[in-house]
């Protein structure tokens, strides 16, 4: 009896270790691809926040013809006006305009230069609410790089998770190949036993039974294998149709875990925590914003103005200063304490998800830490297991070929082998799971890797 082999994919092979499976991701996977992409677009929110204490140069002018009663003018007239604003809220503007009228023969020309500046003196006035904007947009930045390392973790976890299955579905139909093997070896000495007069012959049922079992075991690991090739296929973006020939062994050792230096590390690189820190120094940024927009709105005006003007008569010049104090009382505006009152239950808020966080950053630091170590030790017990069953078998089959034992015997003893190297198998995977979930939680999975943010 014989297998028919397994359906094979239709397009090229890739040999596959580990960590040819993260870098293939870190190149093609979307969801890293569309992470970067958004980084376009928050590194640019970035320079214009940054913009903002930089000159502006804007132009404006018109051009217009009139005709009435048979008789036509011209008019142009253009204004350059460069405004900026100073990290202490003074505002500057200076204006030139420029105008030229053509009424029928006659010409007339002006031109001036006019500067103003405004300098808030309560509301609006200080480098800490000017600068408001531009430090919310740096903490900003700050949380989306963390966001980016986030997912970038988050898909590189997902991918040695995957391979890791992967890696599983091969070896069950591997353990399946060899129980199959075992089982038609079973039969021939059973066929043997029974030629010789040492066996009934109704016991081959038994063993005929058997091996139809574990051929169908063989084509149902077989095709757990495909599924499992195309979810890796998923993850790394690549064609469906290629095959995967997976060149990683699935070793382990143990590793020494102390949990409250895992909690220091978790604390001090995990995204989540950091930009929550982050977000509770952005919300109170955005606190003193608005407890300053309650203020009066007091501001020190000036300026100064030159002109000239070229007309049919004669020319005249224009020039002057002035200076003073300009206010603004806002009475009965509940908006402005509304502002306040929201900026400062926000702060609070974000106090408590950073307090719940911390929280649940350490439930789960101790959970993976435990887990980690339980999985160790189930690893030691399932290899230890494994052991004797093979020693077991291997003694029930020299039992059997001098008639000491039975084919019931042999073949409860193959499926406790089975078992044994299907519970090894689950508990290697498990114990490497677990060290890399650990390492999602520390917030160190990029260093393990050896990987950075290209950003």
Known sequence: MTLAPPATPDGPTIALTLPDAVTLALRDNRTIKSAYLQRISQKFDLRVAEDKFSPRLTVSGTAIARRANGLG???????????MTTPLGTQIVLAAPTSHVRDGGASTFSSALNLAVIQPLLRDGGIEVNTASVRIARIDEQINRLQLKLTVSRTVSEVILTYREFLRAREQLRIARESFKRSRDLLDVSRSL???GRMAEVELVQ???DVAAQEYAVEEAANQLDGARLALLGVLAVSASTDISAMDTLESRAMRIDVEKALVIAFDNQPEHLAQLLAIERSKITLAVARNQRQWDLAAIGGANLGRTRAPLGRARDSGVYGGLQLVVPLGDLSLEQAEVGANVAWREAELRLEALRQRIEKEVRDAVRNAQTRWRQLELARRSRDLARRKIDVENQKLKV?????????SFEADLRNAENALLSAVIAYLNALTILDQQLGTTLDTWQISIND
């Open 73 to 83: 003018s011209r008019s142009a007239d253009i204004t350059p006006i460069i405004d």
């Open 207 to 209: 063993n005929e039974a």
């Open 403 to 411: 008639g000491r034992s039975s084919n019931f015997q042999v073949l």
């Open 194 to 196: 029974i030629r010789a």
